[in-house]
């Protein structure tokens, strides 16, 4: 069950106010705006007046003391000391509005209030409210000092931040007709702000960046307070884990010291500076940064004590992942030759593997016999291992090699068949692990070839921090771990390969006789070849337009369908549908409207079933009169004369676009009309 409370109390001297507990709340949050100030004041009113009421509910009798600040300042905190001699205090009403029109509640009428006079001090952080313990006797008359300080019902941290210079007013009135009194004084209390409060916040464009990318580090340093801030200086200094780029603050950042200095003020705004930074494979990703120096006393904070309590100080970590490898994209999900299925035994230079139907033959070709035996991968490579993961977390299975190339020429080279010869596989993507530099000992560097039927496929390669790509090689620029994802680069086709080749060697910056270097081939992913099954059905049907009950006889006209279909799992190529059908011996083709002024106007119809094919009479028909068979729909170029012509002996039809698989099996619809002989 729930519960909905509204209140809303109207004082009639024009102004509302919320709940003493909400008023209380609000309280809280802006005690603590200043503590850097200057008393100023009190200002007074000492002309006394009768407070009282003729005409019960405060209808029209009000008194009005108004209270004139000369000095101009902005106000941190403000009191009102206020003396009334009056039985049943309860029955007043008072509020106090500024010069800039802002009002806040005093005291109400509390209607069973049966003490007399105030002598108080409106104080926001007494520690009662009025007229409530130990506020629930009469008041005293002499002042000041005020004998009570207590909480108004409304908050005097609302004049808070506005200019006291001018003239403020305090309205009261006499609830009720049967208790009088007078007004005697009032005096406010200033407290000017004198401070300057800086604070300081830390965001990055993204929290989980990749390793290897970039990422943009903000830190905002933000003023308020009436007194500019100057001298400001920010410690911004980059964890080990990031690397220093570039920076928006024209000159600001000391990226060496990690000091930005913020020129000229700062008031009562905020700036902010754009740090980009390299994200490393491993180190601390904790950032921090606090205000240094700052001209002024802060209320809630002391520049560069390291406090990370205070609102000059922020704190930000980033949780860096290894960068994901590109999905291959295939009709339905990509087929996967998984290490941590498929054996590979210790040294092996070939293996075949069956997948989802396609067949995969791997030879390894090391003519140096550079290839090494490895205790950490478990033996003579090449071998499956968990030992690199590549950034992988559980760790999977891959194919590792550990090589001693004699010289910067020498290779490992890896032959990899796809399919069948000549037709291979869709598209195919793989990663290898481990790409990299080892200073001084070696420039891993990966070149790879695809080819369909010997013709080159183009390959897209993907790259990390520690390698490049440029044409089809990919070679190592810094060092990686063994256990990250910045060596890691992924190698995609995505046309139909059926044989790539990898050679595995150093790049031309590699000593001459290069050190012991490592990669490893993670999983293969590839997409089948799909092919389009396309089969012809005919029928002919009696062309009887006004239902006279017509037969199939000689002289009569039928309708003949050719209806041909995509029972494949694969897509028929673009524009590559063409249907040559030979007219039968029985029939003469009618070269006219197909249905003698009804819907179609053309000889010959397409209808599409789902196959995505399109059809233009002009450009997607021809006839051929040849005895045999042409040869394809270009060989097609025969007239046929309006009406009956016998002449024609082939129809030939070429709808545009590729005709698509799918389920139910999409079909096309080719229609003629012919005379029985």
């Not at 802060?298 to 992942?321: F, I, M």
Request: charged letters at 15%; one cysteine or more; a negative charge.
């Amino acid at each position: 069950m729930g519960f909905t409370l509204t209140f809303n109390m109207t004082f009639n001297l024009g102004y509302k106010r919320l709940a003493g507990c909400i008023a209380l709340f609000a309280f809280s949050l802006v005690l603590l705006v200043y503590r850097a100030w200057g008393q100023t004041g009190p200002y007074a009113n000492t002309v006394s007046a009768p407070l009282n009421e003729n005409v019960a509910g405060c209808g029209g009798t009000i008194l009005s003391r108004n209270i004139t600040v000369g000095d101009s300042f902005t106000i941190a905190d403000v009191d009102l000391g206020l003396l009334i001699n009056h039985t049943y205090r309860g029955d007043i009403q008072a509020n106090l509005t500024s010069p800039s029109s802002t009002t806040v509640a005093l005291v109400t009428n509390d209607g069973g209030n049966g003490l007399n006079n105030y002598n108080v001090r409106f104080d926001d952080a007494a520690g009662n409210n009025v007229n409530s313990a130990p506020h629930n006797t009469s008041d005293g008359l002499s002042a000041p000092p005020y004998e009570n300080t207590v909480r108004p019902l409304g908050n005097l941290s609302d004049f808070d931040g506005e200019d006291a210079q001018g003239v403020w007013v305090l309205d009261m009135c006499d609830f009720y007709n049967l208790d009088a009194g007078d007004f005697q004084r009032a005096n406010l209390y200033f407290t000017a702000a004198t401070g300057s409060d800086m604070s300081l916040a830390l965001a990055a464009s993204d929290t989980t960046p990749n390793i290897g990318n970039n990422v943009v580090l903000t830190v905002t340093a933000t003023h308020t307070g009436p007194v500019a801030a100057t001298g400001i200086t920010a410690d911004f200094n980059l964890p080990t884990g990031l690397s220093y780029v570039s920076d928006n603050g024209g000159g600001n950042y000391n990226s060496g010291t990690g000091v930005w200095s913020i020129p000229g003020s700062l008031s009562n705004a905020s700036t902010s500076l754009q740090i980009t930074a390299f994200v490393n494979a491993s180190g601390n990703y904790d950032i921090v940064s606090e205000i240094a120096t700052a001209s002024g006393v802060d209320p809630d904070s002391t520049p560069g004590n390291g406090d990370t309590g205070e609102d000059d100080y922020d704190s930000l970590t980033l949780a860096p992942v290894t960068p994901a490898v590109p999905v291959l994209s295939c009709p339905g999900a990509p087929s996967v030759m998984d290490w941590d299925i498929v054996v590979w035994g210790e040294g092996d230079l070939n293996n075949t593997y069956i997948v989802d139907a396609e067949t995969i033959a791997i030879t390894i070709s090391d003519p140096d016999n550079s290839l090494q035996d490895y205790g950490p991968f478990g033996g003579q490579t090449p071998i499956e291992s968990t030992a690199n993961t590549g950034g992988l977390s559980p760790a999977e299975a891959s194919l590792h090699f550990l090589a001693d190339q004699p010289n910067r020429a020498s290779t490992v080279d890896m032959t990899i068949a796809l399919g069948d010869a000549g037709v291979g596989v869709a598209k195919f993507q793989m990663s290898i692990w481990d790409v990299d530099l080892g200073a001084s000992q070696f420039e891993d560097q990966i070149t790879v070839t695809g080819t369909l039927g010997g013709t080159p496929v183009p390959v897209t390669l993907f790259t990390s921090s520690a390698n490049s790509a440029s044409g089809s090689a990919v070679t190592g620029v810094s060092g990686a771990g063994s256990t990250s994802g910045v060596g890691n680069m992924t190698l995609e086709f995505n046309a139909a390969i059926d044989t790539l080749v990898i050679n595995y060697g150093n790049g031309s910056n590699a000593p001459a006789n290069p050190g012991i270097q490592g990669i490893a081939l993670h999983d293969f992913n590839f997409c089948p070849v799909l092919s389009a099954v396309l089969s012809a059905q005919k029928s002919t049907a009696l062309y009887d337009p006004l239902s006279e009950g017509l037969y199939m006889v000689p002289g009569n006209d039928v309708i003949y369908t050719i209806t041909f279909t995509n029972s494949g799992d694969g897509a028929a190529d673009n524009d590559s549908v063409v249907i040559i059908d030979a007219i039968p011996s029985e029939i003469e083709f009618y070269n006219g409207d197909i249905d003698d002024g009804g819907p179609e106007t053309t000889a010959v119809t397409g209808t599409d079933n789902g196959s995505g094919l399109t059809f233009n009479y002009a450009a997607d028909v021809r006839y051929s009169n040849s005895g045999s068979p042409p040869a394809n729909f270009a060989a097609c170029n025969y007239t046929p004369s309006a009406g009956y012509d016998a002449n024609v002996t082939y129809i030939c039809v070429n709808p545009s676009g590729v005709m698509a698989a799918g389920n139910p099996d999409p079909s096309f619809d080719v229609k003629f009309r012919a005379r029985i002989k």
